[in-house]
């Protein structure tokens, strides 16, 4: 019995931890028990799969989750792995296969009344339509989220998707709806007690302020939210973060020093293996430097940039270089 209580104990923990954003200190947890505690429990397992995954570990994310997709006991633990699954695919480019996933684990959400996995579903396929340039239908499907969380009360899920739909209003340009969602987000995601996506939301925050004309202001927001990331070890964090400040010390007139940050935001991206955030890097260092007249610089970027997109298959990226290219020939 006190072994049951123990395990419980054990899982609780690592859980609260995982739902905090904490995700190092569940990596290195991990590392240090003896014998492997995800053959355990696969609840376990999949908490220890989305650590490694939002750490950039992905093969080590796949061998976590893929554990609790074969030895899930219930169904709402095997729909969220399936999302958890197509969530590694959607972060490392592979959109066919994360869509898949989505559609396999939204199906069995539903049939299990797991609000909170079919929020994440409809968000997760909410961000692939709006890499390939499908807007309304991104913001259908993060409408269809936004409501199961709310039906399930849980306020990170909420957080995480407005924050999804300010990027869709950026894409779009409608900075005024952006602004709202980003706004939504900070608060929604200030009383989670999860630092790491209060982070993400600051920092989506900045971005949309930086493109409003409010450098001043965006600049203390996306250093407080660099901070924080830092803090947490979240080195994903850390380079989204890099890409909005030197988004908004280029706006602050320091050509330099944006050039320096894009630079070493595409290498942290590179190095996480963070596809789409790496070509977004590039893309706007493609610009930065046409803006200065090195239109030959800024082609090699961009083409490197276009790459990345076209594998991604985020087409409305593509055609938007495309044009630029165009314009710079």
Not at 122 to 128: E, T, V
Not at 285 to 300: P, V
Request: charged share 25%; proline share 2%; hydrophobic share 45%.
């Amino acid at each position: 019995m006190a072994d049951l209580r123990d395990s419980l104990a054990e899982l609780n923990w690592v859980r609260s931890l995982t739902d905090q954003g904490r995700f190092s200190e569940v990596v290195g947890w991990l590392s240090v028990q003896e014998p492997d505690p995800i053959t355990r429990s696969p609840t376990l397992a999949l908490m220890c799969g989305i650590a490694h995954g939002r750490l950039g570990q992905h093969d080590k994310a796949v061998r976590c989750v893929d554990i609790a997709l074969n030895h899930a006991g219930d169904r709402p633990l095997h729909a969220r792995a399936l999302n958890v699954r197509g969530a590694i695919a959607l972060e490392t480019g592979r959109l066919d296969e994360a869509t898949d996933y989505f559609v396999q684990g939204l199906a069995e959400a539903k049939a299990q009344g797991a609000l909170g996995t079919v929020g994440r579903c409809c968000n997760n396929i909410g961000i692939i339509a709006n890499l390939r340039g499908q807007y309304l239908e991104s913001v259908s499907w993060y409408t269809l989220a936004l409501a199961a969380f709310q039906r399930a009360g849980w306020t990170q899920g909420i957080a995480e998707t407005e924050n999804d739909l300010r990027i869709t209003y950026r894409d779009l340009g409608q900075l005024h709806y952006a602004m709202e969602s980003a706004d939504r987000a900070v608060y929604a995601a200030e009383g989670t007690g999860n630092l790491g996506l209060f982070a993400f939301a600051i920092a989506g925050r900045a971005e949309i302020r930086t493109l409003r004309g409010e450098p001043q202001i965006a600049e203390r927001e996306i250093e407080r939210a660099l901070m924080i990331h830092r803090d947490q070890e979240d080195a994903i964090g850390e380079a989204e973060d890099l890409r909005v400040l030197a988004l908004t010390t280029a706006a602050l007139g320091d050509l330099e020093e944006a050039e320096r940050t894009y630079r070493d935001a595409i290498d942290w991206a590179d190095h996480q293996d963070r596809p789409a955030l790496a070509a977004e890097a590039g893309r706007d260092l493609a610009l930065l430097l046409a803006e200065q007249g090195r239109h030959a610089e800024a082609r090699d970027l961009a083409c490197a940039a276009r790459v990345s997109f076209s594998l991604l298959g985020a087409e409305a990226q593509v055609r938007r270089i495309d044009a630029l290219l165009d314009e710079w020939a």
